[in-house]
């Protein structure tokens, strides 16, 4: 059996509707109620049983397959959380909360998860075993994922392997792309306070001044991915924010400088590297010059790494979907992140890209409108995964 992007086509108003009513109303990482209710009431009408509160407002219903017995689960997932950020937007469905905007797209995918549930409903005596439904809160920084794993949705729901997508504003509709295995970065995050004697400018040699060695420092941690990394691994040392002194203050030798910044990688080794080697410049350069300092160094995301077969068979089904040749099965990796990661740490899957157009407003752009026309294209490949997968179909 193949579903198809047209499979869609009698309820296509519907999920507009809803996408756009989600668009107008975002909710931010582990405060997603509302958009809970709706999934949950759009479940309950598909006439599954949702449960709620997985993960703090995570969503969880499963659909069982009437075609034998099959103790087989797939997941698939979508997430639902929306961006702190203000919309640019002037049309009608914008957001109606300053401040906070689906910059991301996770109003699509909660709609194609929706769409993709009714298909595999429609198609139940088609598959044996069960198909997980994981709506996810908190993707953007908030490590949803994690919270649903803690919170036992792999175990109690017995998913053997799981699927999610994003849409990809650079990528034109009807297209696919993944990677058999690296697709997305891990990240970890580092604060620094460095703190030294402030004092009057104009008696410097009463002050030892926290912005010289921070200056230094800024400097010598693009040294860590130049000269401590090998060429051939991925690293990214990016330092996102240098704050120091207040405005106006002639004459004032500050006492503190802040400084935040984030650590991408693959390897763990390469993780451990970095973490170490700023610990160590840190140290190094607060010590030659007299300060004292707060390092902290947070772990956040790990990467996001498909398991081949099932990329494999992710890759078979969107070209039965959306025909040959429609799929890029080779993209380089992204040093973005995605807390996919904690799912495919624990299970086999694939994470994918799906295209949608509207390479103007990339994710996380003010600018930014999920595409509804590729709705179908997300529901039926997901449908399509999962229904391979339970009917042993499509793997390498
Ligand atoms: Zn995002
Ligand atoms: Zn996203």
Redesign the pocket.
């Known amino acids: 059996m193949t579903f198809t992007p047209d499979d869609i086509a009698p309820r296509a108003a519907d999920y507009e509707r809803m996408r756009k009513h989600l668009h107008a109303h975002p909710e931010l990482g582990f405060e997603e109620a509302e958009t809970a209710a709706l999934v949950a009431r759009e479940l309950a009408a598909l006439g599954l049983v949702p449960e709620t509160g997985i993960g703090l407002t995570g969503v969880v219903a499963v659909i069982e397959g009437r075609a034998g017995h099959g103790n087989r689960a797939v997941g698939l997932r979508a997430?639902m959380d929306a961006l702190p950020i203000t919309e640019a937007n002037g049309f009608a469905h914008a957001s109606k909360l300053p401040g906070k905007m689906h910059g991301?797209?996770?109003d699509g995918h909660t709609v194609m998860l929706l769409a993709a549930a009714r298909l595999l409903v429609g198609a139940r005596d088609r598959f044996a075993g069960r198909v997980v439904l994981v709506f996810q809160p908190g993707?953007?920084g908030h490590a949803g994922a994690r919270a649903m794993i803690e919170d036992g949705v792999l175990h109690r729901f017995g998913i053997d392997e799981i699927y999610a997508l994003?849409n990809w504003p650079a990528l034109e509709p009807g297209r696919v792309a993944l990677n058999p295995a690296r697709m997305m970065a891990g990240i970890d995050r580092f604060s620094l306070k460095l703190t030294g004697t402030g004092g009057h400018g104009g008696h410097p040699h009463q002050a030892n001044d926290p912005m010289i060695p921070a200056s230094l420092l800024v400097q010598a941690l693009q040294s860590i991915v130049a000269k401590n990394v090998s060429p051939f691994d991925e690293a990214v040392v990016s330092l996102n924010r240098l704050e120091s002194g207040d405005r106006g203050a002639l004459s004032v030798v500050p006492e503190t400088v802040l400084m935040e910044g984030m650590t991408k990688w693959y390897a763990p080794e390469v993780r451990e590297l970095l973490e170490r080697r700023i610990a160590e410049q840190v140290d190094g350069l607060a010590r030659a010059f007299g300060m004292t300092h707060e390092l902290s160094h947070q772990r956040l995301y790990p990467p996001t790494i498909n398991t081949a077969p099932e990329a494999e068979r992710l890759a078979c089904a969107a070209e039965k979907v959306l025909g040959p040749g429609c799929v890029d099965r080779s993209i380089r990796p992204s040093m973005g992140s995605?807390d996919f990661a904690f799912f495919l740490e624990k299970r086999p899957g694939a994470y994918f890209r799906l295209g949608q157009g509207r390479p103007e407003a990339f994710?996380h752009s003010p600018h930014y409108d999920f595409n509804d026309a590729v709705t179908g294209h997300g529901a039926a490949v997901l449908a399509q995964v999962a229904l391979d997968a339970l009917n042993g179909e499509g793997r390498a």
Do not use: F, M, R, S
Request: hydrophobic share 10%.
């Open positions: 997430d991301c797209g996770h993707e953007e994003h995605e994710l």
